[in-house]
């Protein structure tokens, strides 16, 4: 059976979890990394030296990096749902798995950092509203882009949705102010009707 390490509360687990759940596979999950340690046993490095999760197990296959896993996953056990065959198509699904981690991702820490892992008056708000201020811009991009389509991925739920459907969680229920950005929270709210997005992503922020 697969299986997945990784604590349920990382952004990037989510990002495999729901895979798993969009695609029932069945699986086991291991806690590991923050208060669970785990990353830094020797067992553990052996599978991923980076010390981080998430890291899948299928067979023979030792796999960090959860895009890779995502994009694994989709290929292996998502042929007409999650994977898009067309080359052309799946480019579409690629770029967005590659914005959130190239372009997204490191201004979206400080805002989760501070709102979500820091004490009130430890917070630094003026990174939170810097970031806050670039996130709201960047988010504008898929925002225009789900005006004219359902999914980031095209007319249906792909791969191409499953990173950015994880930062929407927190980006949506965290208590901060958001530019008002339409398409983009219609198409968070049909993911919040997924049974597999509430499984794997709908959980305390932590
Ligand atoms: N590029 C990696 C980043 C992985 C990463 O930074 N994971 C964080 C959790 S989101 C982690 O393992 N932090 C250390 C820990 O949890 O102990 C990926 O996408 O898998």
Redesign the pocket.
Same mark, same amino acid.
Request: proline share 4%.
């Given at each position: 059976m697969l299986k997945l390490w990784?604590?349920t509360n990382? !952004?990037?687990?989510k990002?495999a979890l729901w895979c798993l759940e969009e695609l029932q596979i069945p699986y086991t999950r291991v806690d590991?990394?923050?208060a669970?340690?785990v990353?830094d046993e020797t067992h553990y490095i052996a599978k991923n030296p980076?010390?981080?999760?998430?890291c899948l197990e299928d067979g023979e296959l030792v796999l960090?990096?959860?895009?890779?896993?995502v994009r694994y996953l989709a290929a292996q056990y998502g042929q007409g749902s999650l994977w898009e065959s067309h080359p052309a198509q799946r480019a579409q699904a690629d770029k967005w798995m590659d914005w959130v !981690?190239a372009t997204l991702a490191a201004p979206f820490r400080p805002v989760f950092w501070n709102i979500v892992r820091t004490a009130p008056e430890q917070r630094d708000m003026a990174s939170v509203q810097a970031s806050l201020d670039a996130c709201g811009k960047l988010l504008a991009i898929p925002d225009q882009a789900l005006a004219t389509q359902p999914y980031l991925s095209g007319e249906s739920l792909g791969m191409g949705d499953i990173p950015l459907g994880c930062y929407a969680y927190a980006w949506f229920e965290m208590p901060i102010e958001r530019p008002d950005l339409p398409h983009l929270r219609r198409w968070y709210e049909q993911l919040q009707r997924r049974p597999g997005y509430q499984t794997a992503v709908v959980t305390p922020l932590t």
């Open positions: 990784g604590r990382s !952004t990037n687990v990002k590991a990394g923050g669970f340690g990353v980076n010390k981080l999760v998430p960090w990096e959860s895009n890779a896993i !981690t």
